[in-house]
């Protein structure tokens, strides 16, 4: 059971990433997949969160309209966009499994990969 997070890099502030978070030994179909992150220094917050069919999300209020959460079942693989990048965003972003039909709080995720890292400059 493995996720594998990818996709992020250094970006201008104001720009887009996407990111993707790619199950290898599971199928994701059964599970809800949350996008947290860490800044350095600073503890890991939840992102973003979608339910296992795609009908329901959560987003934090710091990234409500700019990043949108999404999954390809077909493909076994869910997807952050990211637009309107800001300094702040900076992280290690990290994607987890829960078999929750939704949640946001660290405890509740059950599977963790590796993340990625995220920079955005000014």
């Known amino acids: 059971v493995q996720l594998q997070a990818s996709g992020g890099g250094l970006v201008q502030a104001g720009g887009s990433l996407r990111l993707s978070c790619a199950a290898s030994?599971?199928?994701?179909?059964?599970?809800?997949i949350g996008w947290f992150r860490q800044a350095p220094g600073k503890e890991r917050e939840g992102v973003s969160c979608?339910?296992?069919?795609?009908?329901?999300?959560y987003y934090a209020n710091f990234v409500k309209g700019r990043f949108a959460i999404s999954r390809d079942n077909a493909k076994n693989t869910v997807y952050l966009q990211m637009n309107s990048l800001k300094p702040e965003d900076t992280a290690v972003y990290y994607c987890?499994?829960?078999?929750?039909?939704?949640?946001?709080?660290?405890?509740?995720?059950?599977?963790w990969g590796e993340g990625t890292l995220v920079t955005v400059s000014s």
């Open positions: 979608i339910n296992s069919s795609g009908g329901s999300t």
């Open positions: 987890a499994a829960t078999t929750l039909y939704i949640a946001s709080r660290e405890s509740d995720f059950d599977f």
């Open positions: 030994g599971f199928t994701l179909d059964y599970y809800a």
